[in-house]
C-alpha cells in the first residue's frame, strides 16, 4: 500500500500536468480540459503497455457502454455495465487493449467469450450475479489479474483455470454451489482474501495451508460441524468468519492465529471458549451471537484490544465483573438475552463508557 507521502507527490506531479495543459487550452471547457489532460498526462504509460498506478487509475473516466469506450478504445482503463445490459459477452471488449477493471454484473451472462484474455492489463474482473457455469481457459492469459468476483452465480466446481493465476490476491465464490475445494487451491500462493460463503462446504484440504499470505477467510453459511483445524496454519489471517455452521467447538490450537482481529462465530452451536483463546491479544471485534453460551467465557476479559462484542441471543443471565478490565471497549450487544432489571442496572453502572444493547 502507498504512504501518504508517496500519493502527495503524485497528486502533486498530476497537479502541475493538468495545470500546464490547461494553459494551452483556455478557451475549452474546464470540465473536458480536466479529461483530456489526465488522459494525455499518463498517455507513456498506456503506450508502454504498463497499468496504471492505483492512485492514478482513480482518477480514470469509468466508461459504462461498450459505444462509448469504442469511440476511444486506447483511453479506456475502467469499463463498468449497467445491470441487464446484455446477455452475451461482448467479443468487441478485446479492442480496449489497456482495459484493467472490467464489471459485468447482473447480465444474466452464460458464458464468457475467449476474448477476455487478451485483455493483458486486466487487473479486476467481476462478474457477480450472473448464471456463469464456468470460466474459458484464456483467462489464463490474465497474467496480472489480481481481483475475480464471482459471487452469485451457477458454479458446482471452480474452474480449473483460476488456480493458473499467479497474481491472484482477492477471490470471491460467494453464493454458488461447490460442495468441496479442490487440492489445486494451494497454488493462489498470493492470495489475501478468500470468500467461501453460501456454498455447501463440509470440510476446506489440507493445501488451504499452502496460503500464507490470507489475510480474510470469510466462510459463512456453510456446513461446517468442525472448526477446520488446517485454519490454524494461517498465521497472518486478520479475519475470519465461521458465522451460520454447526461448529460446537473451538480447538485450543486457535491461539496461533495470533493476528486475527476480527473472528465471527455467530449461529454456530457454542457452549464455552478454550482457555488459550485468551491469546489472542490482538482481536478487536468478537462476535458469538445465537450460541448456547450460558455464561460470559471469562477468557474474553483478557482480551486487552477488543472494541466490539456481541453475545446477543444466547442463554445469559449475568455479566462477570472482568469485563470492566476491557479499557478499549466500546459496544457490548446484550440483546435476546435472559437478564434480570438489577442486573441490567449493574452492568450498566459496571460499565458507564461502553455502549450496552440489552
Not at 447482473?106 to 470460466?135: C, F, H, M
Not at 492469459?141 to 452465480?153: A, G, R, T
Request: positive net charge.
Amino acid at each position: 500500500m502507498h504512504t501518504l507521502a508517496w500519493f502527495l507527490l503524485c497528486l502533486l506531479l498530476t497537479t502541475n500536468v493538468l495545470l500546464a495543459q490547461k494553459n494551452k487550452n483556455k478557451t475549452k471547457d474546464k470540465t473536458t480540459t480536466t479529461s483530456k489532460d489526465t488522459t494525455q498526462a499518463f498517455a507513456p504509460l498506456a503506450i508502454a503497455g504498463q497499468p496504471l498506478k492505483p492512485e492514478v487509475l482513480k482518477e480514470q473516466r469509468v466508461f459504462n457502454t461498450l459505444k462509448q469506450a469504442l469511440q476511444k478504445p486506447d483511453s479506456v482503463f475502467i469499463l463498468d455495465f449497467p445491470p441487464a445490459c446484455c446477455k452475451t459477452f461482448p467479443k468487441e471488449i478485446a479492442q480496449l487493449r489497456y482495459l484493467q477493471i472490467l464489471v459485468i454484473g447482473s447480465t444474466y451472462l452464460t458464458s464468457v467469450a475467449p476474448e477476455v484474455g487478451t485483455l493483458k492489463n486486466l487487473q479486476i474482473l467481476d462478474l457477480r450475479n450472473n448464471e456463469l457455469t464456468d470460466l474459458p481457459a484464456e483467462l489464463e492469459n490474465n497474467k496480472i489479474l489480481e481481483q475475480i468476483n464471482l459471487e452469485s452465480n451457477r458454479f458446482t466446481t471452480i474452474p480449473a483455470v483460476l488456480f493458473k493465476l499467479p497474481n491472484l490476491k482477492s477471490l470471491n465464490l460467494k453464493m454458488n454451489r461447490f460442495r468441496q475445494i479442490p487440492a489445486s487451491i494451494g497454488g493462489l500462493i498470493q492470495l489475501e482474501q478468500l470468500n467461501l460463503s453460501g456454498n455447501l462446504l463440509m470440510q476446506l484440504p489440507s493445501e488451504i495451508a499452502n496460503l500464507t499470505k490470507l489475510k480474510s477467510l470469510i466462510l459463512q453459511f456453510n456446513r461446517l460441524a468442525k472448526f477446520p483445524e488446517v485454519i490454524f496454519s494461517l498465521k497472518n489471517l486478520e479475519e475470519l468468519d465461521l458465522t451460520y455452521n454447526g461448529i460446537s467447538t473451538i480447538p485450543s490450537q486457535i491461539a496461533s492465529l495470533v493476528n486475527l482481529k476480527i473472528l465471527n462465530l455467530q449461529r454456530n452451536k457454542l457452549t464455552n471458549l478454550p482457555t488459550e483463546f485468551a491469546q489472542l491479544k490482538g482481536l478487536k471485534q468478537l462476535n458469538l451471537a445465537e450460541n448456547l453460551f450460558t455464561n460470559i467465557p471469562i477468557e474474553i476479559s483478557t482480551l486487552p484490544d477488543l472494541e466490539v462484542i456481541d453475545l446477543s441471543n444466547n442463554k445469559l443471565t449475568s455479566v462477570p465483573v472482568q469485563l470492566s478490565q476491557l479499557k478499549k471497549l466500546k459496544e457490548l450487544n446484550l440483546k435476546g438475552n435472559n437478564f434480570s432489571p438489577d442486573e441490567i442496572n449493574k452492568v450498566k453502572n459496571l460499565l458507564k463508557n461502553v455502549n450496552v444493547s440489552f
